[in-house]
């Protein structure tokens, strides 16, 4: 291995164990016991440790160890078509994205990034954006919220001959103003 690959390697490995202990921190200011996750946590921190590539921000280990703790199966990082997805939860048809604050002057990109996915992947399958902030708020509520609003957007779907009509969500059409979209079917 080359001076320059081995730096690049051990810079992934100092990153990834810094998003892993973000991630704990977070969870610890967390309406949550701790303790009750710790399984989690191992779980988490061993293959993150083992595949450092496999997640872009603290955020998303953080959505990992609520998923892992809920008994989720999903992948990391997953290759759909041409496009790398956050989190892939194949038993419920969903890609998660985790989307931080710089996704709010993205959504039209994200729009269309989203139809590409959605047509890669077939019929049934949802993509589901969670802001950041709810998951560093209380990540135990995390899948819950995805079944949630993936019910609703299918729901949309079928009263709309496959579509979300693109007045309903933000991020349906080009924004006037940074907002989001996906937290509204919710309400």
Known sequence: MSKRNSDKTLYSIIKTRLMIERAVRL????????????????KATDYFSNHPNK???ADEILAAIGLLND?????????????TVDILIPGIKTV???????HANRLYYDNERDKEILKDLGDGWEIVHIKTEYIEQ???????????IRSNKQLLRQ???G???????KKAKKPKSPQYGDELLLD
């Open 55 to 57: 997640a872009d921000s």
């Open 159 to 161: 009263q709309n001959n």
């Open 96 to 102: 998660l994205e985790v989307d931080g604050e710089r």
């Open 163 to 169: 579509e979300i009509p693109e007045g309903f969500s």
């Open 138 to 148: 209380n990540v135990k509520q995390l899948y819950k919220a995805v079944t949630v």
């Open 71 to 83: 008994g989720i199966r999903f992948q990391m990082q997953a290759k759909v078509g041409k496009r």
């Open 27 to 42: 969870l610890e200011h967390q309406p949550v016991k701790i303790d009750d996750y710790r399984n989690a946590i191992l």
